[in-house]
């Protein structure tokens, strides 16, 4: 696929990733370890976004938030793995292509 066309479609979960990387440097600390679950839930859905993209991401995130309530026994949930790894995920965590990908 042309490198410009991925970057396009990269777009939105990219920008999905920034929002949530805003959010756990700022808005997170405020409400301090609560989270149930390992990893916590704006965790799991930033990871289910980098790796599954926006859609499934947020849908997997949305699931996870709905489990997670005071009477949830929580532990260890990590995301579904992947079946090919297409992307890579940057130091920030932003997504691009594989590197056997580019051209």
């Known amino acids: 696929m ?3 066309v ?3 479609l990269l777009i939105p979960r990219n920008l999905c990733v920034f929002i949530l990387r805003i959010y756990r440097a700022v808005i997170s600390p405020l409400y301090g370890d609560v989270c149930r679950y390992y ?3 704006s965790h799991y859905t930033l990871q289910a976004i980098q790796q ?3 859609i499934r991401g947020v849908w ?3 699931r996870r938030l709905l489990r997670c309530h005071p009477w949830a026994e929580g532990g260890i949930d990590d995301i579904p793995a ?3 790894d297409r ?3 940057t130091r920030f965590g932003f997504v691009i292509a594989a590197s056997h990908e580019r051209g």
Do not use: D
């Open 2 to 4: 042309n490198a410009v």
């Open 6 to 8: 991925t970057f396009a």
């Open 39 to 41: 990893p916590s839930c």
């Open 52 to 54: 599954h993209g926006v």
């Open 60 to 62: 997997l995130g949305s």
């Open 82 to 84: 992947r079946r090919h």
């Open 87 to 89: 992307y890579q995920i």
